[in-house]
């Protein structure tokens, strides 16, 4: 458990929502090991657009995309807001099948990370 928790010491310790980013002139996170992590705000604004206004409060940002020991071969993302994000994204969201977790392959991490590479961020998780 410690040398997971040291592996993760890039995530952040709080997440903000998109809508408080937004409103920041300098759209930053303050990371568990003290650095900070800067948002690109054309990402901010993309994320924005894939959402309804109110959604805009409840997103996290940055979306954990969870590489687990237990689902060997696929990532996770939790969250109901985030998991729609991620979906529109591989554009496979469906408004009918609304999700609060979505389990994934893990040879989609690419095209997430390079559609949204300052706001989306790994998450190590021993089950």
Do not use: C
């Not at 997971?4 to 930053?28: K, Q, T």
């Amino acid at each position: 458990m410690r040398e997971i928790a040291g592996i993760n010491l890039h995530l952040p310790a709080i997440r903000p929502a998109l809508s408080e980013l937004l409103r920041s002139d300098e759209p930053r996170v303050r990371l568990r090991n003290g650095s900070y992590h800067h948002f690109r705000r054309s990402e901010l604004e993309y994320l924005a657009s894939l959402l309804e206004e109110d959604e805009a409060d409840r997103l996290k940002v940055p979306i954990v995309l969870e590489i687990s020991t237990l689902h060997r071969g696929y990532f996770r993302v939790r969250g109901r807001v985030e998991v729609k994000v991620i979906e529109k994204v591989l554009g496979t969201y469906d408004p009918l099948d609304e999700r609060d977790e979505g389990l994934y392959p893990r040879y989609l991490l690419p095209r997430i990370r390079r559609a949204l590479p300052t706001t989306t961020t790994y998450a190590f998780v021993p089950e």
